[in-house]
């Protein structure tokens, strides 16, 4: 059902964790299932390149890998390259995913922009074709471990 790489992400997600002072966070969540998955991003302010990027998810094995696979593809990146990065591209990068799993694969392309939607609001800047994220949980929520 699944794909070895899908497999070795879940089994051996990479980039788990949180960034202390991160310059962009986002949280997002699938109404379908109740998931939630946090992005952490650390941007080079001045070359817009994601140096660091984390996330902690609280979710299903596909949510983890797809997160996984996503932190992986967007460091080093530019803000502008990291925008080109869609749910599509993950779970190709991943040989595919069960059709049942496709919607897990949203958390990941949401929490990046999420994240980065956050970075442009603290620094007052535009990032062409970023809109104001639908599911972004964050704000008022309550600060809770998960
Ligand atoms: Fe919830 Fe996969 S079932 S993200």
Redesign the pocket.
């Known amino acids: 059902m699944y794909s070895e790489k899908v497999m070795d992400h879940f089994q051996h997600p990479r980039n788990v964790g949180e960034i202390e002072d991160a310059s962009g966070v986002g949280t997002v969540g699938?109404a379908?299932?109740?998931?939630i998955m946090r992005m952490f991003l650390d941007i080079d302010d001045e070359t817009h390149i994601i140096k660091e990027c984390k996330f902690k998810t609280f979710?299903?094995?596909?949510?983890v890998a797809t997160s996984s696979m996503a932190t992986e593809m967007v460091k080093g990146k530019t803000i502008e390259e990291a925008m080109q990065i869609t749910n599509k591209a993950v779970m190709e990068a991943l040989d595919g995913l069960p059709p049942v799993?496709v919607?897990?694969s949203l958390?990941a392309e949401e929490a990046i922009h999420a994240a980065l939607w956050d970075y442009a609001q603290k620094h007052n800047i535009v990032i062409e074709g970023l809109d104001k994220p639908k599911s972004d949980i964050s704000e008022g929520e309550e600060e809770e471990e998960y």
């Open positions: 699938n379908k299932c109740g998931d979710g299903c094995g596909a949510a799993k919607h897990c958390l």
